[in-house]
């Protein structure tokens, strides 16, 4: 399949909510489930619902006709993937370097380069375990705003804040989208410039989550990364995954993985309001898993969703590149 590097450059605050009460804690980056189903939206809103049926039934019949990543940071030409799980491939010497281990520990994420080696099984230096930090740290601003609501029988006033994330130039997210299908990549480009207009995240009323897309080939230093090494044993996931029915009874044996519960709220252009969605449980980004990972669409759709509308799915296909694991 041909990859492609979808760049999103944000030229307003972004705001990523994370489950719980309050709207003060933001996610990092935007999951892959959360992303398909805005590409969804959009596609329903410029080609229509019978657009989106053809596409969710080639989905729904394990022919899915692109695979995406979550977005994930980047700042300029750094592009930072997840820490694999599991060891870290770390050399005789450094072993007994404790601040080195704590670290390399506290990353979340590492560079392209930093990746590509650690999928090898070669370390990373303290020196760009440092140069890591600095570089994501300089990518992005963290902002905590007061709002005001009233009340609506009252008019009373109260005050609540709101986290957003701003971009340093130059930063942003990005995602990697795997498709043969011209005609689909054509599609999509219309969703992501539809959505860089209507924004991303929450609060976009307010004018968050502007963005401009900007599309390469992922070309040079991700070929290697991206390449389908058939005798790698195992592979690290860039996207939430799913199991299907074929694979939800595979052995884990020299897994390492997280387990996260994704659950929230949906809107359609098809109906009013919003509805809760089942909930459901995913293996995380950065899991590294001992079989070639394939994924389905889980179907959350509550019961009390009217049966004249249509179904609702969270996106569990596994965008996975293969890792060596010590």
């Not at 008019?155 to 011209?182: D, H, R, T």
């Amino acid at each position: 399949m041909t990859c492609w590097l979808v760049k999103l450059n944000f030229y307003s605050p972004l705001h990523l909510g994370q489950d719980g009460i309050g709207m003060e804690k933001v996610d990092s980056y935007l999951r892959s489930d959360t992303l398909f189903g805005a590409l969804c939206h959009a596609l329903a809103a410029i080609y229509g619902r019978d657009a989106v049926d053809a596409l969710l039934h080639d989905f729904n019949t394990g022919r899915p006709p692109f695979l995406l990543t979550s977005a994930f940071p980047y700042f300029k030409e750094t592009f930072f993937l997840p820490k694999p799980l599991g060891p870290a491939p770390v050399s005789r010497e450094r072993m007994e370097d404790v601040s080195y281990l704590k670290e390399l520990n506290k990353l979340e994420f590492l560079s392209l380069e930093a990746f590509a080696r650690w999928a090898k099984g070669k370390s990373v230096s303290p020196t760009e375990v440092k140069k890591i930090k600095e570089t994501y740290a300089c990518s992005r601003v963290y902002h905590l705003v007061p709002r005001v609501q009233l009340d609506r029988v009252t008019a009373a006033s109260g005050i609540y804040y709101a986290g957003m994330i701003v971009f340093s130039p130059g930063a942003g997210l990005y995602c990697l989208i795997k498709s043969e299908n011209q005609e689909v990549i054509h599609g999509l480009e219309a969703a992501f410039r539809w959505l860089g207009e209507t924004g991303l995240g929450g609060m976009r009323s307010l004018g968050l989550g502007l963005f401009e897309p900007e599309w390469q080939r992922a070309e040079g230093k991700w070929q290697l990364l991206l390449e389908d090494n058939k005798k790698a044993k195992t592979r690290c996931l860039l996207s939430l995954y799913h199991p299907s029915e074929k694979e939800i009874n595979l052995s884990l044996n020299g897994s390492y993985y997280e387990i996260i519960e994704r659950r929230g709220w949906s809107s359609s252009p098809f109906a009013p309001g919003q509805v809760k969605r089942k909930s459901c449980r995913m293996f995380a980004e950065g899991s590294v898993l001992d079989y070639s990972p394939g994924g389905c669409l889980v179907n959350i759709t509550p019961e009390k969703w009217d049966a004249g509308r249509h179904r609702l799915y969270r996106y569990g296909y596994a965008f996975a590149v293969p890792v060596g694991v010590n």
